[in-house]
């Protein structure tokens, strides 16, 4: 076995060390089958890996597949000239060869692969169709015999191995599964740098799950693609259980640590002490890693961690919980509580679920107790005399505190709504990232010391009456109903709650965007982004130079600072011609392989892959959301952990029916089978 970096068949290693060498990313170009690993800083032969022949010498190995560190172009020139490399490149075209055969005459795949026959296909088929469109599994059977009695013909012609019976549904979308998730494994293989989003989920018997997803970045057109690696179970745990379960994936899909450049930890359920020990024990690993917490669901973005600490907010969300659970079902003529009804269908809410709803980060459903409060009242107080229960919503309906906190909840929810509106669009501008960030905790400081526009509005609506029976106190009315509990002691108590409140929810924000990720995110929007140039190119001699250095700094690992500083001017020019373009379109020229710009500025085109893979967007949210439904659903009809993940994987991230390759679906499936990997049939 050769050590990487040692002398093989008269291959040598760069022992000059008076001048240290770089790998030149433009060696790429010339030499189509060099690879280079980032984290061991060795060159590698695709073709000779791929091949792994044996040279003159008699060895498996020459210093292009165990690797080597001599970086020199006279060193690429050899090996390219070498014997073993011209033996790997005719080996490895005669199988190509014979693949495009076999792929342009399907009968020959037999010789290879297991026979594919048109019953089999059709089967999987169903299953994979079931699968996108959330169709249960039991009704596999009937849609089988649909098909039949509408004469399918490749159901009724031929006859298929025992394997394929309807109860084996959940051994097919394993193999299904495993065809995706092959692909993903080359997706991820292929990608520079890759981002990783973690969400857990916690369903109402407190079963813990972890849903993965990646974001990557083809080096072929530079295009981003978002991937589900699966959901899996946790036992109960802290960060270092997630830390652990996200490792071992990593592991399982041949991810290197070295990629990793971006986690977003996505989940309402999660509190943020367990997610920053995520990001912890994940840096000890990933050294490139910069932690981006919950950019892709809105939910998320308040702290549900505030109604744990702050008392009176549990109170409130229990006030409110009753009086959905009392008139949202309400059959009278009133619109206003027909409003109530209207906010669960909107946002899904299941009041039969056990599991605790946040009242105060559902702005719907605050509105909607802040547009009905009059009508409420009145029905609590006809309702009084007979329920203790109306008597006792009532009577907390009418306090001061309440209906002030709800003005306060009605001025903080849609700034945080605007937020992760501004995350979900696909084309985000970085830019603005830090801005408005910063915007949003200088306008939840500001409303500690002046109201928001509700609550003022609510201060000025109210009449002020003097107390007959009680001298220096007041009476309060609001839309015509008297205010409880409006004493000077009160109101000294809800300004309390009301600071408290408003700095849990800055303080929180604040932690989850810390100044050194908008610090990186800023600075890849100054060098990346044509709009944020100066108009004049006069005026482009500093620009942008901190921000370079600050990412140079970040990665210095996967960058050479000084080959980037000489370019920079350079690069700022063509940047400045090409003002038309937009963040993304500027990075997806870096990325692409083939392009001028990767060619000319290697490590502009290395931090262009790391911005690309930052998980934002429209598309990611959408996966998350899908995701979550799925396994909520597939946790109401009891599926398994294992089937479901496999389920969850066809419905996010399967194509349409006529781009699947269901002739290798049906070898994988066939070869577990015969393997004893599935042992017995899913009853």
Same mark, same amino acid.
């Given at each position: ?5 040692k ?5 040598t290693?760069n ?5 240290k060498?770089?790998f030149n990313?433009h ?6 089958w ?9 060159m590698?032969c695709?073709?000779?890996? =791929?091949?792994?022949v044996?040279n003159k010498h008699g060895?498996?190995?020459n210093?292009f597949t ?5 970086f020199?172009r006279?060193?690429l &020139? ?7 490399h011209?033996?790997a490149?005719?080996?490895?075209r !005669? ?9 342009g005459h399907p009968? &020959?795949r037999?010789?290879l692969?297991?026979?594919v026959?048109p019953a089999k296909v059709?089967i &999987? ?6 699968a996108? !469109? !959330?169709i249960?599994e039991e009704?596999?059977s009937?849609l089988?015999d649909l =098909?039949k009695?509408n004469l399918c013909q490749?159901?009724l012609?031929?006859?298929h191995s025992?394997?394929?019976?309807p109860?084996s549904?959940r051994?097919?979308q394993a ?8 692909e993903?494994r080359?997706r991820?293989?292929?990608?520079p740098?890759?981002?990783?989003v973690?969400?857990e989920?916690?369903d109402v ?6 849903a993965?997803?990646t974001?990557?970045?083809s080096?072929?057109?530079g295009q981003?693609?978002?991937?589900f690696?699966?959901s899996?179970e ?5 960060a270092?259980?997630?830390a652990g379960?996200?490792?071992e994936?990593m592991?399982?899909f ?5 990629k990793i450049?971006?986690l977003?930890?996505d989940s309402?359920?999660l509190?943020a002490?367990r ?6 024990? &994940?840096s000890?690993?990933c050294p490139?890693l ?6 892709s669901?809105?939910s998320s ?5 505030s109604i744990?600490s702050?008392?009176?907010l549990q109170?409130?969300?229990?006030t409110?919980d009753?009086?959905?659970r ?5 059959r009278g003529? *009133?619109?206003s ?6 906010v669960?269908d909107l946002c899904?809410i ?7 709803i946040?009242?105060t *980060?559902?702005?719907?459903?605050? !509105?909607?107790?802040d547009?009905?409060?009059p009508?409420?009242?009145l ?7 007979r329920s203790p229960?109306a008597?006792?919503?009532c009577?907390e309906l009418k306090?001061f505190q309440?209906v002030?906190f709800t003005k306060?909840l ?7 709504q ?6 979900q669009?696909?084309d985000f501008?970085?830019s ?5 960030v910063?915007?949003t905790a200088t ?7 002046a109201?928001?526009?509700? +609550?003022?509005?609510f201060l000025n609506?109210?009449?002020?009456h ?11 009315y609001?839309?015509?109903v008297e ?6 002691v009160?109101l000294k108590?809800?300004?309390h709650l009301?600071e408290?409140y408003?700095?849990s929810v800055?303080g ?12 990186a995110?800023?600075?890849?929007s100054?060098?990346f982004n ?8 006069e ?6 130079v901190? $921000? +370079?250095?600050f990412l140079l700094?970040?990665y210095?690992r996967?960058?050479?600072s ?9 690069f700022?020019?063509?940047v ?10 500027l990075?997806?020229k ?10 000319l500025?290697p490590d502009?085109a290395v931090l262009?892959?790391i911005a690309?893979?930052l998980?934002l967007?429209?598309?990611?949210a959408?996966?998350?959301s ?5 396994l ?6 009891c599926?398994?952990d294992?089937g479901?993940s496999d389920?969850?994987k066809?419905?996010i991230d399967?194509p349409?029916?006529? $781009?699947?390759?269901?002739a290798?679906?049906?070898e994988?499936y066939? *070869?577990?089978r015969?393997s004893g990997?599935i042992?017995a049939q899913?009853?």
């Open positions: 076995m050769v050590p990487p970096g002398k093989p068949a008269g291959e290693s022992s000059n060390k008076k001048c060498r770089y990313e060696w790429k170009e010339e030499f189509t060099l690879e280079f690993d980032y984290e061991r800083k060795l590698f695709i073709e000779c890996r =791929q091949a792994l044996k060895k498996a190995e210093a165990v690797g080597t560190d001599n020199q006279h060193a &020139l050899r090996h390219v000239t070498s014997g073993a011209r033996q490149l005719a080996v490895n !005669e199988q190509l060869a014979f693949e495009a055969r076999v792929h009968e &020959l037999s010789v692969k297991v026979e026959n059709a &999987l088929t169903t299953v994979y169709w079931m996108k !469109e !959330e249960p009704k596999c009937s089988l =098909q009695f490749a159901l012609a031929s006859e025992e394997y394929y019976h109860s549904i051994e097919m193999a299904i599964a495993k065809v995706l998730h092959n993903d080359h991820i293989k292929a990608s740098f890759v981002g990783l973690v969400d989920t916690v018997l407190e079963h813990r799950n972890l993965m997803f974001t990557t970045v080096p072929c057109n981003t693609s978002t991937t690696l699966g899996f946790l036992p109960a745990g802290e270092s259980t997630v379960k996200v490792g994936v592991r399982s041949g991810i290197p640590t070295m450049t971006w977003s930890a309402a359920s509190v002490e997610l920053s020990g995520v990001g912890t024990a &994940l000890s690993l490139l910069t932690e981006m917490h919950c950019l669901h809105g973005l308040l702290p549900t961690q744990v702050i008392e009176y109170k409130y969300e229990t409110v009753a009086v959905y009392l008139y949202s079902s309400f003529e *009133s619109n509580l027909q409003e109530l009804q209207s669960l899904e299941d009041l039969g679920s056990p599991k605790a946040h009242w *980060s559902i702005f719907p459903a605050v !509105e909607a107790i547009s009905s409060w009508t409420l009242v029905l609590l107080e006809s309702e009084a005399e229960v008597l006792g919503l009577e306090k309440f002030a306060i009605l001025d903080v929810l849609p700034i945080f605007k937020l992760s509106r501004f995350f669009i696909e501008d970085l603005i990232l830090k801005p408005i910063s915007a306008t939840l400081q500001a409303q500690k010391s109201s928001g526009q509700n +609550l003022q509005e609506e109210m009449n002020e003097p107390r007959d029976d009680r001298e220096g106190e007041r009476r309060l609001y839309k015509g205010l409880a509990n409006c004493s000077k009160h108590h809800f300004e009301k408290t408003l700095e800055r929180n924000l604040l932690d989850r965007f810390p100044s050194s990720v908008l610090e995110v800023s600075s890849f100054a060098i044509p709009k944020c140039y100066p108009q004049s190119l005026d482009i001699g500093s620009y942008g901190s $921000e +370079l250095n700094q970040a210095s996967v960058v050479v000084e080959r980037a500083l000489s370019d920079f001017p350079l700022k020019r063509i400045f011609s090409l003002s038309q373009l937009s963040f993304k379109d990075c997806v870096l990325v692409y392989s083939n392009s001028e710009m990767h060619e500025f502009f262009a892959a690309l893979a998980p967007g429209s598309v990611l959408e996966k998350i899908r995701g979550r439904e799925l909520k659903r597939g946790r109401s009809r599926v398994k294992e479901l389920l969850m066809i419905a399967g349409a029916v006529n $781009e699947f390759d269901f290798l679906a049906i994988y066939e *070869s577990m015969e990997f042992v899913v009853k």
